[in-house]
């Protein structure tokens, strides 16, 4: 069903106004009233409340959910993953930040050698959690791998209020509040406008496509579209028992799209957000020259929407602005 305005409202509430955990501790003379005076900031990531301290010197990130907004804001970074971030991100061709490759095999010595003052972490580092915060014991470790990927109907809000907090958070560590409260604004905006065009009917079937393959990402579950569809109400085409978050997406056979017979195909296109892929068959091609799509009412209606091209590496608030700018878009269209 379509979200009504009522609902929206009350969403946008919810999420605005959840406690995003970020306090100023003064270190100085207990008569001091200036905030701008304090060493550290309390902030609340996914494991409790973590000490950080104000612009820190030397900062290690890990998230792809917030590479380009330090790269905005020109936070100096020792070092991150340059394997997984988006060649475009200014950190890749800076020498001075330290390559630490990938989240499969993560060169963890380099981190510690940079002796962080602050590491960031994301979604594809969090199980070195752990071993990340033996290493450096000294630094401040944030955790911002909030769940996106449970069943439970919930992903939609962790989503958002994710964005919302840890935007926030690293807006008051690196002196750009106004910045950060103009990220979230945007951020609302966006999906109020798409909330509003999508006409509540509309059924909705979401993909990854990877190496010239369709896969399926699942309502709440899946890759990048699955909290969507609790975002917007969308009602869905077609589910699978035992759906996952994987990269590529869920097993499925063109076959059964077609006979689910969307109105909407929405497609992230993976191999465009690796810059190693180069040669990999678009994600065009792929949907639209598969011969058992054509008749689909997605397809004969032109009725396919493509995440931002760098989504898959970043995986960013900007991103998601700029995905619900281009769904209110196509809706208001039809």
Same mark, same amino acid.
């Given at each position: 069903?379509?979200?009504?305005?009522?609902?929206?409202?009350?969403?946008?509430?919810?999420?605005?106004?959840?406690?995003?955990?970020?306090?100023?501790?003064?270190?100085?003379?207990? /008569?001091?009233?200036?905030?701008?005076?304090?060493?550290?900031?309390? %902030?609340?990531?996914?494991?409790?409340?973590?000490?950080?301290?104000?612009?820190?010197?030397?900062?290690?990130?890990?998230?792809?959910?917030?590479?380009?907004?330090?790269?905005?804001?020109?936070?100096?970074?020792?070092?991150?993953?340059?394997?997984?971030?988006?060649?475009?991100?200014?950190?890749?061709?800076?020498?001075?930040?330290?390559?630490?490759?990938?989240?499969?095999?993560?060169?963890?010595?380099?981190?510690?050698?940079?002796?962080?003052?602050?590491?960031?972490?994301?979604?594809?580092?969090?199980?070195?959690?752990?071993?990340?915060?033996?290493?450096?014991?000294?630094?401040?470790?944030?955790?911002?791998?909030? !769940?996106?990927?449970?069943?439970?109907?919930?992903?939609?809000?962790?989503?958002?209020?994710?964005?919302?907090?840890?935007?926030?958070?690293?807006?008051?560590?690196?002196?750009?509040?106004?910045?950060?409260?103009?990220?979230?604004? !945007?951020?609302?905006?966006?999906?109020?406008?798409?909330?509003?065009?999508?006409?509540?009917?509309?059924?909705?079937?979401? %993909?990854?496509?990877?190496?010239?393959?369709?896969?399926?990402?699942?309502?709440?579950?899946?890759?990048?579209?699955?909290?969507?569809?609790?975002?917007?109400?969308?009602?869905?085409?077609?589910?699978?028992?035992?759906?996952?978050?994987?990269?590529?997406?869920?097993?499925?056979?063109?076959?059964?799209?077609?006979?689910? !017979?969307?109105?909407?195909?929405?497609?992230?296109?993976?191999?465009?957000?690796?810059?190693?892929?180069?040669?990999? /068959?678009?994600?065009?091609?792929?949907?639209?020259?598969?011969?058992?799509?054509?008749?689909?009412?997605?397809?004969?209606?032109?009725?396919?929407?493509?995440?931002?091209?760098?989504?898959?590496?970043?995986?960013?608030?900007?991103?998601?602005?700029?995905?619900?700018?281009?769904?209110?878009?196509?809706?208001?269209?039809?």
């Amino acid at each position: 069903m379509k979200m009504n305005k009522r609902l929206l409202v009350s969403l946008l509430a919810s999420i605005t106004l959840a406690p995003i955990g970020i306090t100023l501790v003064e270190h100085h003379d207990s /008569t001091a009233a200036v905030a701008m005076a304090a060493d550290t900031l309390s %902030v609340e990531d996914i494991h409790g409340v973590v000490e950080v301290p104000v612009n820190p010197q030397v900062v290690v990130a890990l998230d792809n959910r917030t590479f380009e907004t330090l790269a905005d804001w020109g936070v100096t970074l020792a070092a991150a993953p340059k394997d997984v971030m988006p060649a475009n991100n200014p950190y890749v061709a800076d020498e001075s930040v330290v390559n630490l490759g990938n989240h499969r095999e993560p060169n963890l010595e380099l981190l510690a050698a940079a002796e962080p003052d602050l590491v960031i972490v994301g979604q594809r580092f969090a199980s070195y959690y752990d071993e990340i915060k033996a290493l450096v014991p000294n630094a401040a470790v944030l955790d911002f791998s909030w !769940d996106v990927s449970d069943d439970d109907g919930s992903t939609g809000q962790n989503l958002l209020n994710g964005f919302k907090s840890s935007t926030l958070s690293l807006g008051a560590i690196f002196g750009q509040e106004a910045e950060a409260e103009a990220l979230v604004a !945007d951020l609302d905006a966006a999906l109020l406008a798409a909330t509003e065009a999508y006409n509540g009917q509309d059924t909705i079937l979401s %993909v990854v496509v990877s190496g010239g393959e369709i896969g399926f990402s699942a309502p709440n579950s899946g890759r990048v579209w699955g909290p969507l569809y609790e975002i917007f109400g969308w009602e869905a085409s077609l589910d699978l028992d035992n759906a996952s978050s994987s990269h590529t997406g869920d097993d499925i056979s063109v076959e059964a799209i077609a006979q689910s !017979d969307p109105d909407w195909l929405m497609v992230l296109d993976r191999d465009a957000g690796v810059s190693s892929s180069e040669g990999a /068959t678009p994600a065009t091609d792929v949907i639209e020259n598969a011969t058992a799509l054509q008749n689909t009412n997605a397809i004969q209606s032109g009725n396919i929407l493509y995440a931002p091209a760098d989504t898959y590496t970043n995986e960013s608030i900007q991103t998601y602005i700029e995905l619900f700018e281009l769904l209110a878009a196509a809706f208001a269209d039809e």
